[in-house]
């Protein structure tokens, strides 16, 4: 079973001085191991140059490799139909816009858990639920 990792899981794996960065780094170089490659979403992969194009210590086109990277997972892309969806879980559930968009890709890509410590872990969005795996 595939997993859809958000962003912050992401950024903790890159940012050696993120608070849980030795923990979501094991986690994601774990993900890289399994059978099935998880799931991320074009909106993840714009949210990591951005928040790691901050970090004084990282080259761009070394940045540039590691968004590309995340590319052989399997990538949902944006539509009007998920911009749609995203929309609808924002009045359904009253989430922030981007987290919106979070869940509609996890929901369009059928996986179970989205990996997230920005949502609240346990929260249930149709077959999907959320789950913060850099908790102790």
Known sequence: ???F???TILVSA???GAARHVVANRLVRELWQLPVLPVISVQV???LWRALNRSPDLERDVLAQLVESYLEW????EDGDLVAAAFELRR???LPVWDSWIVAAAQRAG???LWSDALEAGRVFGEVTVVNPLVD
């Open 1 to 3: 079973m595939s997993v």
């Open 5 to 7: 990792v958000d962003t």
């Open 14 to 16: 890159h940012d050696r």
């Open 45 to 47: 992969c714009r949210e």
């Open 74 to 77: 399997c990538v949902v892309p």
């Open 92 to 94: 359904r559930f009253e």
């Open 111 to 113: 996986v179970r858990q």
